[in-house]
């Protein structure tokens, strides 16, 4: 959704190609599916009948899926954009996350180990290198 919307405003084929180059798309996506799977997988545990094998495959699926999903957003505040519309998306989608009440890993940390100052410093990263360009 977010890709589609910052890409839209790029004009022409030359920014559809800008964006789908850009890393910063692939790794919104990556977080999303990542998310939606985890959501998913919560559910499937939530009702699964307890002491059963199902019960205990729902949950190692649960957890692989939480990890997935932090894995991904990690990633995502690690990748750094190539493009403007890049650096908009992945600030948009950050703030769609949390608007929909969802936490980012290490949210608390202040300094370099939080998962915010990973991001902005890859968006001051994305900024100077095109600046540079």
Request: proline share 3%; net charge negative; aromatic share 8%.
């Amino acid at each position: 959704m977010i890709a589609g919307a910052a890409g839209s405003t790029l004009s022409g084929s030359a920014g559809v190609a800008e964006a789908s180059v850009d890393p910063a798309f692939a790794a919104i996506a990556k977080h999303r599916q990542a998310s939606a799977d985890h959501l998913a997988s919560i559910e499937l545990y939530d009702w699964a009948e307890r002491g059963t094998d199902a019960y205990y495959a729902a949950r190692d699926h649960n957890e692989a899926s939480c990890y997935a999903a932090m894995d991904a957003a990690w990633e995502l505040a690690s990748t750094i954009p190539t493009t403007i519309a890049g650096i908009a998306a992945d600030l948009q989608y950050a703030n769609e996350v949390e608007d929909a009440g969802d936490e980012w890993p290490v949210t608390d940390t202040i300094g370099p180990d939080g998962w915010h100052y990973q991001l902005r410093q890859a968006m001051a990263v994305a900024a100077a290198n095109l600046a540079a360009a």
